[in-house]
Protein backbone atom coordinates (compact mmCIF):
# COMPACT_ATOMS: atom_id res chain seq x y z
CA UNK A 1 0.00 0.00 0.00
CA UNK A 2 1.70 3.27 -1.17
CA UNK A 3 2.00 5.40 2.03
CA UNK A 4 -0.04 8.76 2.02
CA UNK A 5 1.55 11.93 1.18
CA UNK A 6 1.11 14.51 4.54
CA UNK A 7 1.80 18.29 4.73
CA UNK A 8 4.95 17.93 6.88
CA UNK A 9 6.28 15.84 3.60
CA UNK A 10 5.90 18.72 1.06
CA UNK A 11 8.53 20.37 -0.22
CA UNK A 12 9.19 24.14 -0.22
CA UNK A 13 7.41 24.97 -3.06
CA UNK A 14 4.36 23.11 -2.56
CA UNK A 15 4.11 24.34 0.96
CA UNK A 16 4.05 27.49 0.06
CA UNK A 17 1.38 26.81 -2.53
CA UNK A 18 -0.49 25.45 0.53
CA UNK A 19 -0.05 28.68 2.41
CA UNK A 20 -1.72 30.69 -0.41
CA UNK A 21 -4.55 28.47 -1.16
CA UNK A 22 -5.15 28.18 3.16
CA UNK A 23 -5.64 32.13 3.03
CA UNK A 24 -8.41 31.76 -0.19
CA UNK A 25 -9.81 28.86 1.69
CA UNK A 26 -10.21 30.86 4.69
CA UNK A 27 -11.20 34.60 2.77
CA UNK A 28 -13.91 32.04 1.18
CA UNK A 29 -14.97 30.88 4.63
CA UNK A 30 -15.71 33.91 6.06
CA UNK A 31 -17.02 35.12 3.17
CA UNK A 32 -19.72 32.45 2.82
CA UNK A 33 -20.81 33.23 7.31
CA UNK A 34 -21.09 36.57 6.18
CA UNK A 35 -23.23 35.89 3.02
CA UNK A 36 -25.37 33.26 5.44
CA UNK A 37 -26.15 35.86 8.17
CA UNK A 38 -27.26 38.35 5.68
CA UNK A 39 -29.91 35.16 4.12
CA UNK A 40 -30.89 34.53 7.42
CA UNK A 41 -30.92 37.58 9.59
CA UNK A 42 -30.87 40.76 7.41
CA UNK A 43 -27.84 42.46 6.15
CA UNK A 44 -28.49 44.79 8.99
CA UNK A 45 -27.68 42.36 11.60
CA UNK A 46 -24.83 40.80 9.40
CA UNK A 47 -23.06 43.51 9.36
CA UNK A 48 -23.21 44.23 12.93
CA UNK A 49 -22.35 40.69 13.47
CA UNK A 50 -19.35 41.06 11.10
CA UNK A 51 -17.87 44.02 12.81
CA UNK A 52 -17.63 41.99 16.44
CA UNK A 53 -15.78 38.83 14.68
CA UNK A 54 -13.58 40.79 13.12
CA UNK A 55 -12.82 43.27 15.67
CA UNK A 56 -11.73 40.00 17.85
CA UNK A 57 -10.41 37.88 15.08
CA UNK A 58 -8.07 40.72 13.72
CA UNK A 59 -5.80 41.42 16.66
CA UNK A 60 -5.75 37.16 17.01
CA UNK A 61 -4.25 36.69 13.50
CA UNK A 62 -1.83 39.73 13.50
CA UNK A 63 -0.18 38.18 17.41
CA UNK A 64 -0.17 34.03 15.54
CA UNK A 65 1.26 35.56 12.88
CA UNK A 66 4.25 38.24 14.14
CA UNK A 67 5.30 35.11 16.55
CA UNK A 68 5.48 33.09 13.18
CA UNK A 69 7.48 35.46 11.13
CA UNK A 70 8.94 37.12 13.60
CA UNK A 71 8.26 40.42 12.98
CA UNK A 72 6.75 43.40 15.81
CA UNK A 73 3.59 45.06 16.23
CA UNK A 74 2.33 48.37 17.39
CA UNK A 75 -1.65 48.99 18.31
CA UNK A 76 -2.47 45.51 16.51
CA UNK A 77 -0.98 46.72 13.15
CA UNK A 78 2.52 44.88 11.75
CA UNK A 79 5.10 48.02 12.21
CA UNK A 80 6.33 46.39 8.94
CA UNK A 81 3.36 47.65 7.76
CA UNK A 82 3.16 50.93 9.64
CA UNK A 83 6.52 51.80 9.59
CA UNK A 84 6.49 51.78 5.53
CA UNK A 85 7.30 55.38 3.88
CA UNK A 86 4.09 57.17 3.07
CA UNK A 87 4.46 56.67 -0.39
CA UNK A 88 4.82 53.08 0.27
CA UNK A 89 1.95 52.39 1.65
CA UNK A 90 -0.14 54.61 -0.71
CA UNK A 91 0.87 52.55 -3.46
CA UNK A 92 -0.02 49.05 -1.35
CA UNK A 93 -3.41 50.68 -1.52
CA UNK A 94 -3.42 51.47 -5.30
CA UNK A 95 -2.41 47.89 -5.90
CA UNK A 96 -4.89 46.12 -3.26
CA UNK A 97 -7.68 48.38 -4.93
CA UNK A 98 -6.41 47.72 -8.49
CA UNK A 99 -6.39 43.88 -6.82
CA UNK A 100 -9.77 44.12 -5.78
CA UNK A 101 -11.37 45.07 -9.21
CA UNK A 102 -9.84 43.05 -11.28
CA UNK A 103 -11.29 40.41 -9.24
CA UNK A 104 -14.73 41.64 -9.66
CA UNK A 105 -13.95 41.57 -13.76
CA UNK A 106 -12.94 38.19 -13.28
CA UNK A 107 -15.80 36.91 -11.83
CA UNK A 108 -18.24 38.85 -14.05
CA UNK A 109 -16.71 37.57 -17.06
CA UNK A 110 -16.22 34.00 -15.77
CA UNK A 111 -20.16 33.82 -15.06
CA UNK A 112 -20.60 35.41 -18.58
CA UNK A 113 -18.76 33.04 -19.96
CA UNK A 114 -20.31 30.19 -18.49
CA UNK A 115 -23.72 31.71 -18.68
CA UNK A 116 -24.78 35.00 -20.44
CA UNK A 117 -24.08 38.65 -20.33
CA UNK A 118 -27.64 38.57 -18.71
CA UNK A 119 -26.90 36.11 -15.58
CA UNK A 120 -23.32 37.97 -15.14
CA UNK A 121 -25.10 41.29 -14.77
CA UNK A 122 -27.66 39.64 -12.46
CA UNK A 123 -24.91 38.41 -10.18
CA UNK A 124 -23.44 41.33 -10.28
CA UNK A 125 -25.81 43.64 -9.90
CA UNK A 126 -26.81 41.62 -6.46
CA UNK A 127 -23.19 41.62 -5.36
CA UNK A 128 -23.23 45.37 -4.65
CA UNK A 129 -26.67 45.15 -2.66
CA UNK A 130 -23.83 43.68 -0.31
CA UNK A 131 -20.53 45.02 -0.91
CA UNK A 132 -21.88 48.63 -1.40
CA UNK A 133 -23.38 49.35 2.07
CA UNK A 134 -20.60 46.88 3.58
CA UNK A 135 -17.84 49.18 2.13
CA UNK A 136 -19.72 52.27 3.30
CA UNK A 137 -20.35 51.17 7.31
CA UNK A 138 -16.63 50.06 7.07
CA UNK A 139 -16.01 53.65 6.49
CA UNK A 140 -18.35 55.19 8.49
CA UNK A 141 -16.52 53.21 11.55
CA UNK A 142 -13.03 54.49 10.32
CA UNK A 143 -13.98 57.68 9.90
CA UNK A 144 -16.12 57.96 12.84
CA UNK A 145 -18.95 59.94 11.06
CA UNK A 146 -22.39 60.50 12.55
CA UNK A 147 -25.43 58.27 11.97
CA UNK A 148 -27.08 61.41 10.06
CA UNK A 149 -24.06 63.01 9.05
CA UNK A 150 -25.86 64.33 5.73
CA UNK A 151 -24.54 65.06 2.60
CA UNK A 152 -21.21 65.92 4.14
CA UNK A 153 -20.43 62.64 5.58
CA UNK A 154 -21.24 61.53 2.20
CA UNK A 155 -18.94 63.37 0.22
CA UNK A 156 -16.64 62.48 2.72
CA UNK A 157 -17.45 58.88 2.34
CA UNK A 158 -17.16 58.82 -1.24
CA UNK A 159 -13.31 59.84 -1.36
CA UNK A 160 -12.61 56.10 0.68
CA UNK A 161 -14.18 54.04 -1.62
CA UNK A 162 -11.77 51.02 -3.06
CA UNK A 163 -12.76 53.01 -6.39
CA UNK A 164 -11.36 56.19 -5.29
CA UNK A 165 -7.72 55.62 -5.87
CA UNK A 166 -8.55 53.69 -9.20
CA UNK A 167 -10.47 56.59 -10.67
CA UNK A 168 -11.08 60.64 -11.14
CA UNK A 169 -14.40 61.68 -9.68
CA UNK A 170 -15.83 64.71 -8.51
CA UNK A 171 -18.00 66.38 -6.25
CA UNK A 172 -20.31 70.04 -6.56
CA UNK A 173 -23.16 71.21 -4.16
CA UNK A 174 -25.95 72.35 -6.53
CA UNK A 175 -28.27 74.20 -3.98
CA UNK A 176 -29.48 71.09 -1.16
CA UNK A 177 -27.68 68.51 -3.39
CA UNK A 178 -24.52 67.21 -3.82
CA UNK A 179 -23.81 65.93 -7.50
CA UNK A 180 -21.33 63.26 -7.96
CA UNK A 181 -19.37 62.58 -10.83
CA UNK A 182 -17.08 59.66 -12.34
CA UNK A 183 -14.47 61.65 -14.54
CA UNK A 184 -12.72 59.21 -15.58
CA UNK A 185 -13.47 55.38 -14.80
CA UNK A 186 -11.05 52.53 -15.15
CA UNK A 187 -13.34 50.28 -16.81
CA UNK A 188 -14.84 52.19 -19.53
CA UNK A 189 -11.22 53.38 -20.56
CA UNK A 190 -9.67 49.82 -20.38
CA UNK A 191 -13.21 48.94 -23.14
CA UNK A 192 -12.81 52.10 -25.31
CA UNK A 193 -9.19 51.32 -25.63
CA UNK A 194 -10.44 48.08 -27.07
CA UNK A 195 -12.57 49.41 -29.89
CA UNK A 196 -15.83 48.20 -27.28
CA UNK A 197 -19.00 50.45 -26.37
CA UNK A 198 -19.23 51.63 -22.79
CA UNK A 199 -20.38 48.68 -20.58
CA UNK A 200 -23.91 49.40 -19.39
CA UNK A 201 -23.50 49.84 -15.66
CA UNK A 202 -26.61 51.64 -14.99
CA UNK A 203 -28.30 48.84 -13.17
CA UNK A 204 -25.54 48.42 -11.09
CA UNK A 205 -24.71 51.74 -9.99
CA UNK A 206 -28.22 52.35 -8.68
CA UNK A 207 -28.26 49.75 -6.29
CA UNK A 208 -24.37 50.49 -5.51
CA UNK A 209 -24.47 54.21 -5.02
CA UNK A 210 -28.28 54.45 -3.56
CA UNK A 211 -27.03 51.90 -1.26
CA UNK A 212 -24.21 53.54 -0.21
CA UNK A 213 -25.71 57.02 0.15
CA UNK A 214 -28.24 55.06 2.75
CA UNK A 215 -25.91 53.18 4.61
CA UNK A 216 -24.31 56.66 5.62
CA UNK A 217 -27.55 58.52 6.24
CA UNK A 218 -30.96 56.60 5.79
CA UNK A 219 -32.39 59.82 4.54
CA UNK A 220 -30.14 60.59 1.84
CA UNK A 221 -32.10 59.80 -1.40
CA UNK A 222 -30.27 58.38 -4.98
CA UNK A 223 -30.80 59.57 -8.47
CA UNK A 224 -29.30 58.90 -11.17
CA UNK A 225 -28.26 61.68 -13.76
CA UNK A 226 -26.73 59.80 -16.68
CA UNK A 227 -24.94 56.51 -16.79
CA UNK A 228 -24.50 53.63 -19.62
CA UNK A 229 -26.31 52.95 -21.74
CA UNK A 230 -27.82 56.26 -21.30
CA UNK A 231 -26.72 59.26 -23.74
CA UNK A 232 -22.94 60.64 -21.90
CA UNK A 233 -21.40 64.79 -22.48
CA UNK A 234 -18.68 63.11 -23.28
CA UNK A 235 -16.75 64.73 -20.03
CA UNK A 236 -17.74 61.90 -17.42
CA UNK A 237 -19.11 58.38 -17.51
CA UNK A 238 -21.31 58.74 -14.71
CA UNK A 239 -22.99 61.45 -12.43
CA UNK A 240 -25.54 60.89 -9.33
CA UNK A 241 -27.34 63.22 -7.35
CA UNK A 242 -27.97 62.79 -3.59
CA UNK A 243 -30.46 64.78 -1.47
CA UNK A 244 -31.56 64.54 2.14
CA UNK A 245 -35.43 63.64 2.50
Same mark, same amino acid.
Given at each position: ?????? =? $???? %???????? @?????????????????? #???????? *??????? @??????? =???????????? #???????? &????????????? !?? +???? %??? *?? $?????? &??? +??????????? %???????????? *? =??????????? /????????? +?????????? %? !??????????????????? @?? $? &???? /???????????? =? @?????? &??? !???? !? /?????????????????????????
Amino acid at each position: MEEMQT =V $DKLD %NSALSRLV @VDLIRRSLVHYGIWFSEL #DHQLGLEK *ALQIEDE @VFAKLSP =VIIKRLSGILGF #DVDDNLPR &ALSGLPREKILSL !ID +AISA %NWL *AG $DGLWFQ &AVE +ASQEMFTAKRC %NDTCWTKFSPFE *A =VRIKAMLELPD /RGGLDALET +ALGFRLYSRL %N !IQSTERQGDSLIFKMVKCR @VQ $D &ARRR /RGLDDYPCKSAG =V @VEYGSF &ARA !IDSR !I /RTECIACPPDDLPGDWFCAWKFSLA
